[in-house]
């Protein structure tokens, strides 16, 4: 008996080995494709950008909110973002596509929206359909979630979608599209807020919004613009960098990110929770290492990958102050 199962070995680990293959081949294929998606929405990004809503949340309340709240929540804003990102780049696509046949056209190595790829869509990785399809199925997903959390979350929801197209619209029009990306980007603090607590306190809400619109211009919007430049400029495109060059952009990214920085202390000590003196130290410590310093490095030199650095960089700042304030025990 042993015997005739030894025999039968070496007949039946060609089919397990052919096996083996073809589930590893559909795994490799399925990660192949799903990738471009997940580079279309900026997924790595999408996700760094979570904390800034759950920080607006927890300072708001001075403490965690409900467990079904904070889960819905979570799921909302990522399905957000997933689509908004989406949304840029189908709105966007011709312009993609015309930059990436610029001969000047490169990517900084580092460069966080480039992690899996950049304009997946221009690239003809997806196909506009699939785009538009994907876009709105995570759109729908935000949309429901954001109106189980709050009907007024939708509405800002669908206003963040209508800016976003706007600001992708008028990259020919105005510079002052900068302002629109501000907006933006503020609208998750401000659906957040909303979803734990329809009871608005002014001032602290103005200081929330005030704080993320700065960290957006100086950190996100005017260094991506930067690192962009050429190839805005030779498109005809109207950006901060090619309306005012280099050194014009760098004044008000230092500006901007100098608020950003004076504003958390301002925010921590109009939040609920009270954060103490320590809390703002290691914030402004923080606004030093992720904003300051790589904003210094790329006045000094200008260049595309500095730019990405400060971008990057900064991406990461929402995530270290929600960590301070987790730290300083405002959960307890």
């Known amino acids: 008996m042993n015997l005739a199962k030894?025999?039968?070995?070496?007949?039946?680990?060609?089919?397990?080995?052919?096996?083996?293959?073809?589930?590893?081949?559909?795994?490799?294929?399925g990660v192949s494709r799903i990738k471009p998606f997940l580079a279309l929405s900026r997924t790595p990004h999408?996700?760094?950008?979570?904390?800034?809503?759950?920080?607006?949340?927890?300072?708001?309340?001075?403490?965690?909110?409900?467990?079904?709240?904070t889960a819905l929540g979570l799921l909302t804003v990522f399905a957000g973002y997933t689509a908004v990102y989406a949304l840029n780049d189908v709105v966007d696509h011709r312009v993609d596509r015309e930059k990436l046949g610029r001969s000047t056209y490169t990517t900084a190595d580092s460069y966080l929206d480039a992690l899996f790829m950049r304009h997946p869509l221009a690239q003809g990785q997806v196909s506009y359909r699939e785009g538009l399809v994907w876009t709105a199925a995570w759109a729908l997903v935000a949309l429901t979630g954001a109106y189980l959390l709050n009907p007024v979350c939708a509405l800002i929801?669908?206003?963040?979608?209508?800016?976003?197209?706007?600001?992708?619209?008028?990259?020919?029009?105005?510079?002052?599209?900068?302002?629109?990306?501000?907006?933006?980007?503020?609208?998750?603090g401000m659906a957040a807020v909303f979803a734990v607590d329809p009871e608005l306190e002014p001032t602290l809400l103005l200081l929330l919004l005030l704080w993320l619109f700065c960290w957006e211009i100086g950190g996100q919007n005017i260094p991506a613009d930067w690192h962009d430049v050429e190839e805005d400029r030779a498109l005809g495109a109207r950006t901060i960098p090619v309306r005012y060059?280099?050194?014009?952009?760098?004044?008000?990214?230092?500006?901007?990110?100098?608020?950003?920085?004076?504003?958390?202390?301002?925010?921590?000590?109009?939040?609920?929770?009270?954060?103490?003196?320590?809390g703002a130290v290691v914030a402004v410590a923080w606004g030093s290492y992720l904003l300051l310093l790589p904003a210094r490095r790329l006045l000094a030199t200008g260049g595309r990958d500095q730019a990405a650095a400060l971008f990057n960089r900064a991406s990461y700042y929402p995530l270290a102050i929600l960590a301070t304030v987790m730290a300083c025990g405002l959960l307890l």
């Open 245 to 278: 060059g280099l050194a014009g952009a760098g004044k008000i990214v230092a500006v901007s990110l100098s608020l950003t920085v004076i504003l958390s202390v301002a925010v921590f000590r109009a939040t609920p929770g009270k954060v103490p003196w320590l």
């Open 157 to 188: 929801f669908l206003a963040g979608c209508i800016l976003e197209a706007a600001y992708c619209l008028l990259l020919k029009v105005s510079h002052l599209r900068v302002l629109v990306s501000g907006v933006v980007k503020t609208l998750g």
């Open 6 to 29: 030894a025999n039968q070995m070496p007949s039946s680990l060609p089919t397990e080995e052919r096996l083996l293959e073809a589930r590893t081949s559909y795994i490799v294929a």
């Open 46 to 69: 999408a996700l760094l950008d979570l904390a800034a809503p759950a920080l607006a949340a927890l300072l708001w309340l001075g403490g965690l909110p409900p467990l079904k709240v």
